[in-house]
């Protein structure tokens, strides 16, 4: 291979306070390939990425475009060196079309001509195998569609180096698997492309070298066909770390949560949930996959009592009396005074499950300060539950009267977790709960996940990482465009399957339903 | 590229979060902030009226520390100050911007006085003043009541309700002064002989004890209680309050009731123990200051004691030194702003750092 340097980085350091993101990394990337900065998350890839692009400027370091030092100190000035980023969180302008979010903020002095603009984008297109409608809106695009015009857009100003930060986080697998043929395509056209991710498999099957950070340091950059899962996992957490879900077969079940033609209208009038039937049932991790927005997230805030339905039935079997309760309508508080021990871990753990600016004993308060009829808040049992967890979890916190939100992510959870156990649960739901977690955060919730379900709860997982879900969950119900397209089981079913589910729209699910019903009738 | 080099030239200085500061030298750095907002005040008054920076600085303080009767007026003005604070800082805790403070106190100040106006000694002097405290709290909290039902029912801004009910207020309050003073015809009401608050050694000592337990019993009520704490995590985040289960509308609703109650008491201690009168500018802008107040105290209310006293201070420092120096009452207005400026800017420092560059191309790494 022809190794031509495109970008170093030197000894480059950036510490927020007293907390080194980077330390001292040094970092090479060639002409013409892919390579994959790998590290868990909180270890400093999007920061380290970030002042290549221009958003934080190095506290110390150089860094060297085409062997010359540079300095970057705007987006501007990383176009001007042709770098160019696409973000996790995608900047477009939802009201403008893809041509016109691709020119936007280039000031050449020129009058610009959507008609050339139009030209180019597609020859851009052309180029790589993207699928693209430059008038087509921004609002009116799929995740993946969005993406794209992130991507045409830097290359568009003629970037030669492109930075993806975490790009699959939001497609299908089979979306990811167009995505990485580009990719591939522009690394055979001399790009260089770096893409952070913390997904093994997608590392090896794309890259051709992999990066290591760990803790804002550079551990090692190996070669990817000289590595294995194992070794990177190693590099990454620094200790060896067992990859295995311990599945063990549900026992005693019994259905628990009985959710039938659930439908749920959000705001702006748009059907959210549409039709959903199913039913979790204790001593099993249901699972819920689908593509991020596809009804998840007001699922479970429906089921919590925090969305009025727009019609179905939510129904609980209390184990203890036998009896059924309709959940419907209700308020949280009136769940809980039902008896019906839901406990939730929300997507938004800072905004929702907890108050970031509330010390960890508060937090622990959220679920029980109302109980005794004192006016004053009882803090001594909320401080030894706090305790407690923190003890048992492991949360790494210089105390319990420390804001939440100083602490790192994974901690965070651990708090939001912690809680909502306690509350002895008979159901819980989970959304996302391993997002932005370290692998040995993630490898926790999942245990303690399954030891609920062992201990009979109804446990229901979303999650995003199919191949989480397939290892961990016993029964994995698939929703796409706020309809279940499927519910399967998790022992048997593959990832393509789940990710063919996902991508259904909503006639196709209708069509396959009605399939079914008169497969039903002939038999 | 040569183009480039100009733009592209390290930055000298850049600007980090500070890791955490002990509190000692957290004050160190507030003194010397008021250190130099005085030494520059100095400068700038022997600049610009000739006046000697020691003589300066010792008329600002001799304003509110003077004599004995400035110190007891120094701590009169500030309890009231204090207490309109106090009562605007439950619902700023909620985020709820309540700029009708204002309007609260002067309608509790109206209802106190027309009760004072209409019962005079009808009946004993302890019941009157029971009637009034009464008429005053039910006053202040009705001012706030409809703000903070349309906020929690249709979510509208509460900052524009509150303001425009401050109006409202004033010509309330010029509508009973015109009915009151029809016989005589001078628009100012006398004062009102019934419904004073009784002297305990001073004439202001009961109303500034009284403003220190109400400082206590807010405190207590915003940390300690079940409902303090509703009110703080629906001020911090309304979704967390929903997911927990708090009626959010209702929490709202009765922390503003209890804000304009609490503005409704201090309505009716200016009149019962100081002004026994009214005028439209009764209250004179303090529903204002204390949102200023209560900011700089972090809406804590043992803080407030500290900032309510320094805002006063300066105040008095300041119309002493437009007197002494004989000059314009803008320039003491000049060198307060210099000194608020300097105590809110030294948070800055407390929080962040200015470090300069390590550069590594003296190190030699370069080619």
Known sequence: MNKTVALEMKQVSKYFGSLAANRKVDLTVYRGEILAILGENGCGKTTLMNMIAGIYFPDEGQILVDGQEVVIRSPKDAFRHKIGMIHQHFKLVDLFSAAENIVLGINDGERYNLKEVNARVQEIAERYGFHIDPKKKIHEMSVSEKQTVEIIKVLYRGADILILDEPTAVLTPQETEKLFAILKRMRDDGKSILIITHKLHEVLSLSNRVAVLRKGEHIATVETASTNPAELTEMMVGQKVSLNINRPEPENTQDRLLVSDLSLVNADGIKVLDDICFTARSGEILGIAGIAGSGQRELLETIAGLQHPAGGRILYHNPKTDKEEDLRDKTPMQIRELGVRLSFVPEDRLGMGLVANMDIVDNMMLRSYKRGHSLFVDRKKPKDLADRIIRELQISTPGTATPVRRLSGGNVQKVLVGREIAAAPTVLMAAYPVRGLDVNSSYTIYNLLTAQKQQGVAVIFVGEDLDVLVELCDRIMVIANGRVSGIVDGRTATKEEIGVLMTQTRAEIESQKEKEGSDRAEA | ?367
């Open chain 2, 1 to 367: 590229m040569q183009k480039h080099e100009k733009h592209t030239r390290d930055p000298r200085f850049h600007i980090v979060k500070r890791a955490g500061m002990s509190r000692g030298k957290a004050l160190l750095i507030r003194f010397l902030a008021i250190l130099a907002a005085l030494l520059l005040c100095s400068v700038l008054s022997t600049l610009l009226i000739g006046a000697n920076p020691l003589k300066f600085i010792s008329t600002l303080f001799s304003g509110s520390l003077g004599s004995s009767r400035r110190i007891w007026k120094f701590a009169k003005d500030s309890a009231v100050l204090l207490c309109i604070s106090l009562a605007v800082t439950p619902a700023f805790r909620m985020r709820f911007w309540n700029l009708g403070g204002e309007g609260q106190v002067l309608v509790g100040a109206l209802a106190s006085i027309a009760c004072a106006y209409y019962l005079r000694d009808s009946i004993p002097n302890p019941l009157l003043l029971l009637i009034m405290l009464v008429a005053a709290v039910l006053a202040g909290a009705f001012w706030g009541l409809f703000p903070a039902i349309c906020k929690a029912k249709w979510g509208t801004n509460e900052s524009l309700f509150t303001l425009m009910m401050n109006y409202v207020a004033t010509y309330l309050v010029a509508f009973a002064l015109m009915e009151w003073t029809k016989a005589d015809g001078s628009s100012t009401l006398g004062e009102v002989a019934f419904g004073h608050l009784p002297r305990l050694y001073n004439e202001y000592l009961l109303l500034i004890l009284v403003v220190l337990a109400l400082t206590v019993l807010v405190y207590i009520y915003l940390n300690y209680t079940k409902q303090g704490y509703e009110i703080s995590v629906v001020g911090e985040s309304e979704k967390t309050a929903r997911y927990i289960g708090i009626n959010v509308g209702r929490v709202i609703t009765r922390t503003v009731l209890v804000s304009g109650a609490i503005c409704g008491l201090a309505g009716f201690l200016i009149v019962a123990a100081l002004d026994h009168s009214i005028t439209t500018a009764t209250v004179g802008g303090l529903g204002f200051t204390a949102i200023m107040v209560s900011w700089l105290a972090k809406f804590n209310p043992l803080i407030m004691v500290g900032t309510s006293a320094l805002i006063i201070f300066l105040q008095q420092g300041g119309a002493e030194m437009s007197t002494i120096f004989n000059v314009s009452s803008a320039f003491p207005n000049i060198v307060v702003g210099i000194i608020l400026f300097f105590i809110i800017g030294c948070e800055f420092f407390i929080h962040y750092q200015i470090k300069s560059r390590v550069s590594h191309k003296k190190g030699g790494v370069g080619k």
